[in-house]
């Protein structure tokens, strides 16, 4: 991790201006093509939902503005940022729960398990506000949303991206995920939006790389 310079960061007057603001944030939807993705990981036996998470992951720490966070008056840059996903317990009841980030999918996967698999037995939606080198993802498996909200405080603005996907579904023989990325402004640009984007569509359509 390192503290960014603000008085000679060139983003200082862009920094100053919308942190000011109390809604600083703002949400971005759009569909991933997701064919090759998926007929990847269903060859290869891999799960859907821990290699979305992966990918996710994969590409927010390879965008620097991602791995950004404002801490009082300082804003730093983490080296790596991990998941913080919702897990689904007994009774429709979710919980929080952090995973390592791991380069290796394998790795990943198996240290995901068995954290999923704790977090399940727990139920649990307190959170550490100290630490912020992750990523808030959820899902939502039972909509093919082409918008949605993401809560966050006003009071306490936090900077920590929230990223969302929603069910997916088949368009002219291609494959779409609805997915959604709400961020600070003070910290991530459109153009930074647009560089996940193509950045989250590159891993999709390549997948023999993502995993390899």
């Not at 990847?40 to 620097?64: D, G, H």
């Not at 801490?71 to 979710?94: N, Q, S, W, Y």
Request: proline share 4%; glycine share 4%.
């Amino acid at each position: 991790m390192k503290i960014i310079d603000i008085d000679t960061w060139k983003r200082k007057k862009h920094y100053n201006f919308f942190k000011k603001m109390d809604c600083p944030h703002y949400n971005v939807c759009a569909n991933l093509d997701i064919t090759k993705f998926y007929e990847y990981i269903k060859e290869n036996n891999k799960p859907f939902t821990l290699s979305t998470i992966f990918a996710v992951t994969k590409a927010a720490n390879n965008i620097k503005e991602f791995r950004h966070r404002i801490r009082d008056e300082v804003v730093v840059e983490h080296d790596i940022v991990k998941p913080a996903i919702t897990v689904m317990g007994d009774d429709e009841l979710f919980g929080f729960c952090k995973v390592d980030y791991y380069n290796d999918f394998e790795s990943f996967r198996k240290n995901a398990e068995i954290k999923i698999k704790k977090a399940q037995e727990n139920i649990s939606v307190e959170e550490d506000s100290n630490e912020d080198d992750v990523l808030y993802l959820t899902s939502l498996p039972w909509v093919s949303f082409t918008g949605i909200t993401h809560p966050s405080n006003i009071k306490n603005v936090d900077s920590i991206p929230r990223l969302g996907w929603g069910k997916y579904f088949v368009e002219n023989d291609i494959m779409k995920l609805p997915f959604s990325i709400l961020v600070h402004h003070a910290l991530v640009d459109g153009i930074h939006v647009g560089k996940y984007f193509e950045m989250i569509q590159e891993l999709m359509d390549h997948p023999d790389e993502l995993f390899g």
